[in-house]
């Protein structure tokens, strides 16, 4: 089993910025890719950023040039850097990674979701 354990999350004024951190732990194996989402109220959830192992990153159109993904491989841990921060993301932001054990399917963790709240 893998735990993740989100932080960062809060309240902030239009064109501020936050930072959010996921750390995952347990009996880790390989975490291939670490994964952003969110989802705002009647919303579907929706992929915001990704990062491979390898450090390739790929962004929802929406939030390119203003978040940033990263990760620190020997922490299992994954950072969402926000800035220039808007009304609409306002959203709960949940940590997710792609876990593969030595033997079998790769595995699908999820965080308990941080709430970012973008006041104009």
């Known amino acids: 089993q893998v735990q993740l354990v989100e932080s960062g999350g809060g309240l902030v004024l239009a064109g501020g910025s936050l930072r959010l951190s996921c750390a995952a732990s347990?009996?880790?194996?390989?975490?291939?890719?670490m994964n952003w989402y969110r989802q705002a109220p009647e919303k579907q959830r929706e992929l915001v950023a990704a990062?491979?192992?390898?450090?390739?990153?790929n962004y929802a159109d929406s939030v390119k040039c203003r978040l940033t993904i990263s990760r620190d491989n020997a922490k299992n841990t994954v950072y969402l850097q926000m800035n220039s921060l808007k009304a609409e993301d306002t959203a709960v932001y949940y940590c997710?990674?792609?876990?593969?054990?030595?033997?079998?399917?790769?595995?699908?963790?999820w965080g308990q979701g941080t709430q970012v709240t973008v006041s104009s």
């Open positions: 997710n990674v792609v876990h593969q054990r030595p033997f079998g399917a790769p595995q699908n963790y």
């Open positions: 347990g009996s880790i194996s390989v975490i291939v890719t």
């Open positions: 990062i491979t192992s390898s450090g390739s990153t």
